[in-house]
Every structure is written in structure tokens, then in C-alpha cells.
């Protein structure tokens, strides 16, 4: 049996709604994530650190990735001894 015109347009009116409810609360996820993994960036001391880091970035979406990973390099360069200093 077919369902009525109105239940089915309700029921896109609500799928549309919890769909757009759903991106909110991953565009807020990803936000929260940035913010975590930009905070252990800036509190890493030495290369496990890094390493422990690396993994979260692969979580984030591109726009809010690059900037982090490349403050991620710059800071395990940093930590790395030179070659000419040894």
C-alpha cells in the first residue's frame, strides 16, 4: 500500500533536517579536533610526540590539515639534531 503524499514529504523534511543537523555536528567534531590536535602541537617536547600526533591529523578534513601538519614539521625539525652539529 502506497503511503500518503504528506507522510512522504514529512519524511523528507525531516531526513533533510537531520542531515543537515548531522554535517553541523561533524563541521563542530572537526573543529574540536583541530583545536585538540593544535594544543598537543604546541605542548610537544620531543619526536614520540610527533609521533603520537601524525595519526590525528589524518582525521581532520585538507582545509584544516595543512596548516597543522606543516607547524608539525616545522616543530619535529626543530627537535631533530642537526647533522652538521654532530
Known amino acids: 500500500m502506497a503511503r500518503p503524499l504528506v507522510y512522504t514529504i514529512k519524511r523528507g523534511i525531516m531526513n533533510s533536517g537531520a542531515q543537515a543537523k548531522l554535517a553541523e555536528l561533524h563541521r563542530k567534531t572537526d573543529r ?9 602541537i604546541e605542548c610537544a617536547r620531543n619526536a614520540s610526540d610527533c609521533a603520537e600526533i601524525r595519526p590525528l591529523l589524518r582525521l581532520l578534513p585538507h582545509g584544516e590539515r595543512r596548516p597543522l601538519e606543516r607547524r608539525l614539521e616545522e616543530l619535529c625539525d626543530q627537535m631533530q639534531p642537526s647533522v652538521s652539529a654532530a
Open 32 to 40: 574540536q579536533l583541530a583545536a585538540l590536535v593544535a594544543r598537543r
